[in-house]
Antibody, heavy 120, light 111 residues
Framework: QVQLLQSESELKKPGASVKLSCKAS????????VHWVRQAPGQGLEWMGW????????TSAPGFTGRFVYSLDTSVTTAYLQISSLKAEDTAMYYC?????????????WGQGTMVTVSS | QSVLTQPPSVSGAPGQRATLSCTGS?????????VHWYQQLPGTAPKLLIY???NRPSGVPDRFSGSKSGTSASLTITGLLAEDEADYYC???????????FGGGTKLTVL
């Protein structure tokens, strides 16, 4: 079954770090880039960046540099998003998404999302 | 403030047609970058509805269609159903900038 399975919800204190995972299955992992999208409570979708699963090269959107690190473990077909120095405003649902198989740069497969709550 | 502007809300009666707009500029939609549309039902992950301006992935009903003209794109839903009530987002990847952008989203209410 073609899917992206994300890790469970996280509750963290301000200043802590969190590493989210996104495990791909049912397709050839290194043929499709993985993107990360944030959705704050009650808000819209915000593109964070992406990682080239063939080379491991990450690209961050402005505003998602520094504290946000994108990585891979191709041996387990998993992409990761690590966020350090967590702030209350990082509280959001984080989605991973696959860049499409149509060559159109859309996101044709999404994970179910990981909710990160940052609270003291 | 997104570079792609969507009306916050649109409503329509069951069976009617709803048109959701996504307005960009000459540097994105007007430059020819393809627009994609997603449906996000409450409490769920977004789902690709339209890719490449006007193409439907397998399994998406033909009640959903996309179009583009100038610096704007539109998603049209015909024969509205209660289950269409959701948030809809437009999206494009600006390969010149190497960055993707989403519109702010439109909440569709089926009256």
């Amino acid at each position: 079954q073609v899917q992206l399975l994300q890790s469970e919800s996280e509750l963290k204190k301000p200043g802590a770090s969190v590493k989210l995972s996104c495990k791909a299955s049912g397709y050839i992992f290194n043929e499709f880039a993985v993107h990360w999208v944030r959705q704050a409570p009650g808000q819209g979708l915000e593109w964070m960046g992406w990682i080239n699963t063939a080379t491991g090269d990450p690209t961050s959107a402005p505003g998602f540099t520094g504290r946000f690190v994108y990585s891979l473990d191709t041996s387990v077909t998993t992409a990761y998003l690590q966020i350090s120095s967590l702030k209350a405003e990082d509280t959001a649902m984080y989605y991973c998404a696959r860049e499409d198989s149509y060559g159109a740069d859309s996101f044709d497969l999404w994970g179910q999302g990981t909710m990160v709550t940052v609270s003291s | 403030q997104s570079v792609l502007t969507q009306p916050p809300s649109v409503s329509g009666a069951p069976g009617q047609r709803a048109t959701l707009s996504c307005t960009g500029s000459n540097s994105n939609i007007g430059a020819g970058y393809e627009v994609h549309w997603y449906q996000q039902l409450p409490g769920t992950a977004p789902k690709l509805l339209i890719y490449g301006d006007n193409n439907r992935p397998s399994g998406v009903p033909d009640r959903f269609s996309g179009s583009k003209s100038g610096t704007s794109a539109s998603l049209t839903i015909t024969g509205l159903l209660a289950e269409d009530e959701a948030d809809y987002y437009c999206h494009l990847f600006d390969s010149g900038l190497g960055a993707a952008v989403f519109g702010g989203g439109t909440k569709l209410t089926v009256l």
